[in-house]
């Protein structure tokens, strides 16, 4: 079984279209994070939350919102698609928010924006 | 976040040992030292962590030097599977988050 598991695993989509990607994970982990991977292969966080309550916002436009129905899942909804979202979206969970925690990451989301 | 250096690319034979290098000057003495590797077409996957004392598990070793300003990932036998880009991260009680850094990309010749 999957650890982590992202939908879709590719994504191609016209600019200013709005588009969702769906992670969950059946780790039963408390904490689940969003985390972007450009074309440069430079990884950085754009969310986290903890038991469904965002923890984290790394000043990402407000054109994506992350929402989390339960401490499985973790969707993140991007509004009036872009160029530059182009990118790998990766999801991950961790047990906890403590910083020894390991965090165990998704296969990631090929975002495509034409 | 206190800052890594790594070099960009490093390789070696199948079956041989390979030694990552980090430097960490800044560290501070509640940071730890995370190392995470990145399979090509995949998510990053945890390595390994310490504080301060050297570190085994079923993946590497992690070589943590007496003033904690530099660490050491060793593989000890490396596979084609190893061809990664490996990422060492500090993490103090505040980080909430794992702060990336462009890595080091480990090339693996058979």
């Known amino acids: 079984d999957t650890a982590v598991s992202q939908t879709p695993k590719y994504l191609v989509t016209q600019m200013g279209n709005d588009k969702s990607i769906k992670c969950e994970q059946n780790?039963?982990?408390?904490?689940m994070y969003w985390y972007k991977q450009d074309s440069k292969k430079f990884l950085k966080i754009m969310f986290s939350?903890?038991?469904?309550?965002?923890?984290i916002n790394e000043t990402v436009p407000n054109r994506f919102s992350p929402k989390s129905p339960d401490k499985a899942h973790l969707n993140l909804h991007i509004n009036s698609l872009e160029l530059g979202d182009s990118a790998v979206y990766f999801c991950a969970s961790s047990q906890n928010l403590g910083f020894q925690e390991t965090q165990y990451f998704g296969p990631g989301t090929r975002l495509l924006v034409l | 976040d206190a800052k890594t250096t790594q070099p960009n690319s490093m390789e070696s034979n199948e079956e041989e040992p390979v030694h990552l290098p980090c430097n960490h000057s800044t560290i501070s003495g509640t940071d730890y030292i995370h190392w995470y590797r990145q399979l090509p077409s995949q998510g990053p996957e945890y390595v390994i962590h310490g504080l301060t004392s050297n570190v085994n598990n079923r993946m590497a070793s992690l070589a943590i030097a007496e003033d904690r300003k530099s660490s050491t990932l060793i593989l000890h036998r490396a596979t084609l599977r190893d061809a990664a880009v490996y990422y060492c991260i500090l993490r103090d009680g505040g980080a909430q988050k794992l702060v990336f850094g462009q890595g080091t990309r480990l090339t693996i010749n058979p």
């Open positions: 939350y903890n038991n469904k309550e965002l923890i």
């Open positions: 780790l039963g982990h408390d904490t």
